[in-house]
């Protein structure tokens, strides 16, 4: 990191470097849970789930790599073995045990919930001490808050499609 770059990050740098550890790995795992939940998806609506989860699945990858190059600006690495992903993370990858849509959305909506705690947290702790940091969270926060409605969208969609089965 550049000396000027130091000077204007005024926490502790040690802990935040484990936060955005612990986020970076986070987004591994919500990447690959939207990747797989489009490989496995079945189910009413199927094709437009389908194609939210692979977009939301490149938006983590993205989220996933602005943080390793933050972690490396810091002066740290981001997590390099995968299998310590699970342990870092707090929000965690929920296996898909149902490969209905419906089950589906519910995780990846539970992940999201997730996901925007974390970020909110980051940019709480990163506001008037770390720019980069916390202009970079308010990005991923803004995203998050995204993928949650979407998520919110379809559950909507599903509730109103059981009441026309229905009839």
């Known amino acids: 990191m550049g000396e000027m770059a130091k000077k204007i990050v005024k926490t502790d740098l040690e802990h935040l470097l484990k936060v955005l550890n612990e986020a970076y790995a986070e987004e591994w795992l919500a990447y690959y849970q939207y990747w797989i939940a489009a490989k496995v998806a079945m189910g009413l609506n199927?094709?437009?789930?389908v194609g939210e989860f692979e977009e939301h699945?490149?938006?983590e990858l993205k989220h996933a790599d602005w943080?390793?190059?933050?972690?490396?600006?810091?002066?740290?690495?981001?997590?390099?073995?995968p299998s310590?992903?699970?342990?870092?993370?707090?929000?965690?990858?929920?296996?898909?045990?149902n490969f209905?849509?419906?089950?589906?959305?519910?995780?990846n909506l539970e992940?999201?919930?997730?996901?925007?705690?974390?970020?909110?947290g980051i940019c709480d702790?990163?506001?008037?001490s770390d720019y980069e940091t916390f202009r970079l969270s308010r990005k991923i926060l803004k995203e998050e808050i995204e993928h949650e409605q979407e998520m919110e969208d379809f559950m909507a969609d599903f509730e109103t499609a059981k009441q026309y089965i229905k009839a």
């Open 46 to 49: 199927r094709t437009a789930v």
């Open 57 to 59: 699945a490149a938006e």
């Open 67 to 81: 943080l390793a190059d933050r972690i490396i600006q810091l002066g740290g690495a981001p997590i390099l073995s």
């Open 84 to 97: 310590e992903w699970d342990n870092m993370a707090h929000c965690k990858y929920i296996t898909p045990h």
């Open 100 to 107: 209905d849509v419906v089950a589906l959305v519910r995780d």
């Open 111 to 120: 992940a999201e919930r997730c996901a925007i705690g974390r970020y909110e």
């Open 125 to 128: 702790l990163t506001h008037n």
